[in-house]
């Protein structure tokens, strides 16, 4: 049986990202086990390559039939208190969500990173968080700019507004009218209010984590793959790590010191932590798994809800590059309790495929949650996926934000710009009652093994990413995130797994060399 030093679980964003940097050391052998397939960037399917995953403007459940080996099929959600469970989309296959997901390159803010830090969550902070996003990315529109980076993997793009849809357009004149003002590029730190929406995308195509990180360390002879590998849990000697089991019983085992790096995400990461007897005591009981650590996994959870105002417009208003849906969003501060900056977002939707409808209109998205919700397994099984009691609005402080977001949507609704397009009057949740019914999620899951101080009884893990209770066990995805950011998750999740190896630089091959020369003298 081949040993490797790093035994790497999840190939999505984080996964990704963490094999290639690991197999930059030709020393340092890495396998990376990805449950979906192992496939070559070039061979990605057509669907997931253009704007809108090639489903056009069907505006209906997601055409997940399509490619089924590419996505989660069993994990639910119940999105809020009375509505029925459904289908919670996840990514599945090398790149993960960053295949299947929108497209939005939008950063955190720095209050988020300055609250990370207050929960505990030390060396995350703005600055750290900042550097690591300028790292990964190479921005199309703003590469002079201190706080951009121009030399990394992810492509940041802005499409023109020429190339916008009609409610993009309607949207910036409504709000700059309101006064929410204009900032040409959303990720400066400092930016508020509207501004085009950035995406990941080069010549009009989605460039996932498989392409910017799998792709260019593929050659590498230190770096094994193995697709279609499902891992059950984590194997221990004692309370060491020392490799894991997969579906069908294969073992695969790290050398002595080596380490297994949980970054199967925000569902599956946290499952194989409570099938490995790292959980709630409760829960891991119910699964008839011997106990190893009392830890609040599953816990905490955490997405961005959203709300919608409907809008019936003309066709030619729906139509932009790429049948784009959203290329403008306004950022705003609430000033309600339990708001920071930016707290709030109002998104142009051109053509309205979350809800499945064939109207236009805007969404409105709580960046800042103050609901939590939690995670249940149904057994111990591994092909049984987990469902989420998401708990949105259950704070009254969110769903007094949402109300009011609402409220801001349909003044702007009222502008010329939106009069002018639309052939019919705007429709939107009358009370409470329908906000609940009808408030969704945006498949931005997170918070599920939250880092923290290790004296935290909210904490799964500490700022270095080790699980809490046992040895050379981490976890680096969306799930350590302490709280959800005020944005779509994606360059967030990449910017973390770079802070991982800021807060653990001997994992790099130059502090590794230098390491072994100090000894050596």
């Not at 996003?133 to 201190?146: A, G, L, S, T, V």
């Not at 105002?309 to 729906?318: G, I, K, N, R």
Request: charged share 25%; proline share 7%.
């Amino acid at each position: 049986m081949t040993h490797w030093n790093y035994i790497v679980v999840g190939g999505g964003s984080a996964g990704a990202l963490i094999a290639s940097r690991l197999t930059e050391d030709p020393a340092c052998r890495v396998l990376l086990l990805e449950a979906g397939p192992d496939y070559r960037a070039a061979d990605t399917p057509k669907e997931f390559k253009d704007r809108t995953k090639g489903l056009g403007l069907a505006l209906e459940a997601p055409k997940n039939h399509l490619n089924p080996e590419f996505y989660w099929h069993g994990i639910t959600a119940t999105r809020a208190q009375g509505q029925d469970p459904f289908q919670y989309r996840r990514g599945r296959g090398l790149g993960g969500s960053s295949t299947i997901n929108g497209l939005y390159a939008i950063r955190g803010v720095p209050d988020d990173f300055a609250e990370w830090e207050r929960l505990g969550a030390e060396g995350w902070g703005p600055e750290a968080m900042l550097q690591a996003y300028c790292r990964i990315e190479d921005d199309h529109d703003f590469p002079e700019k201190p706080y951009h980076g121009s030399d990394g993997p992810t492509p940041v793009y802005r499409e023109p507004e020429s190339g916008w849809g009609g409610v993009d357009k309607a949207l910036r004149a409504a709000a700059q009218d309101a006064g929410y003002g204009w900032d040409p590029d959303h990720n400066d730190p400092s930016s508020t209010g509207a501004s085009p929406m950035a995406m990941n995308i080069h010549n009009g195509d989605r460039v996932s984590t498989n392409h910017a990180y799998i792709e260019p360390a593929r050659g590498r002879a230190n770096l094994a793959i193995l697709g279609g590998t499902l891992v059950d849990r984590v194997l221990f000697d004692g309370r060491t790590a020392v490799g894991v089991l997969d579906a069908d019983g294969r073992e695969y085992r790290v050398t002595d010191g080596g380490e297994v790096i949980l970054s199967a995400g925000s569902a599956a990461s946290p499952a194989i932590l409570m099938r490995s007897g790292i959980g709630p005591a409760d829960d891991v009981a119910a699964l008839g798994t011997q106990q190893l650590a009392d830890l609040p996994v599953g816990q905490g959870a955490q997405d961005h809800a959203v709300v919608f105002v409907e809008l019936p417009v003309e066709p030619s208003a729906q139509t932009c590059i790429g049948n784009r849906p959203t290329n403008v969003v306004v950022r705003y501060s609430s000033g309600l309790a339990g708001g920071r900056t930016n707290d709030m977002m109002i998104l142009a939707t051109n053509h309205n495929y979350w809800f499945g409808k064939e109207t236009a209109g805007l969404a409105v998205s709580l960046q800042q949650p103050l609901s939590r919700g939690r995670m249940r397994l149904r057994s111990a099984v591994p092909r049984d996926e987990p469902h989420f009691d998401l708990d949105f609005l259950s704070d009254p402080r969110d769903l007094a934000r949402a109300r009011d977001g609402l409220k801001r949507a349909r003044a702007l609704m009222g502008h010329a710009a939106f009069r002018q397009i639309a052939t019919g009057e705007p429709t939107w949740p009358q009370d409470d009652a329908e906000i609940m019914a009808t408030v969704k999620d945006t498949m931005h899951l997170c918070s599920t093994a939250r880092m923290g101080r290790p004296e935290d009884p909210d904490a799964v893990v500490d700022p270095q990413c080790r699980v809490l209770g046992v040895e050379n066990l981490r976890v680096v995805d969306a799930s350590i995130m302490p709280t959800v950011v005020s944005a779509n998750t994606y360059l967030t999740v990449l910017a973390l797994a770079e802070v991982f190896f800021d807060k653990n630089p001997e994992l790099t091959a130059g502090s590794r060399d230098a390491a072994l020369s100090a000894g050596g003298a």
